[in-house]
């Protein structure tokens, strides 16, 4: 468990103050993971070493879709792990199954205006 605020754990009752109202500030990427999902087991520490990294130039939010089934349905999540980059209010990026570090530094830095 992390404390660090550019870490945090969506559900459907924060969802709308922690994503996207705080993605009118930073962006917020959020990860549809499950326990079960290997895939996602990898990606996250991955996701967690980013968010140490860019010391809150964007928020990741972890949604656990065995939790937050109607989240994940709203979202149209389909497949694990599912990325969904908010900026301003709005989904502006996404990708669906295990991406590489650098394909998650470029989804970052395009929304963060770091090089």
């Given amino acids: 468990m992390n404390d660090k605020s550019y870490i945090i754990y969506a559900n ?3 969802f709308s ?5 705080k ?3 930073v962006p917020v990427l959020v990860d549809f ?6 895939p996602c087991r990898i990606l996250m520490p ?5 968010a ?5 130039q964007f928020i990741l939010a972890k949604v656990d879709t065995d939790e937050e089934q109607k989240l ?6 389909r497949g694990f792990p599912t990325l969904k980059l908010y900026r301003h209010g709005k989904i502006v ?6 991406q590489p570090e650098t394909m998650l530094r470029k989804m970052i830095e395009q929304h963060t205006g770091t090089p």
Avoid: F, P, R
Wanted: proline share 0%; hydrophobic share 35%.
């Fill in 12 to 14: 459907l009752e924060n």
């Fill in 17 to 21: 103050t922690e994503v996207v109202e």
């Fill in 23 to 25: 993605s009118k500030q």
């Fill in 33 to 38: 993971t499950a326990d079960w999902c290997a």
């Fill in 46 to 50: 991955i996701l967690n070493n980013l």
């Fill in 52 to 56: 140490e990294e860019y010391q809150g």
């Fill in 72 to 77: 994940a349905g709203q979202h149209g999540v």
């Fill in 93 to 98: 990026d996404e990708a669906q199954g295990m």
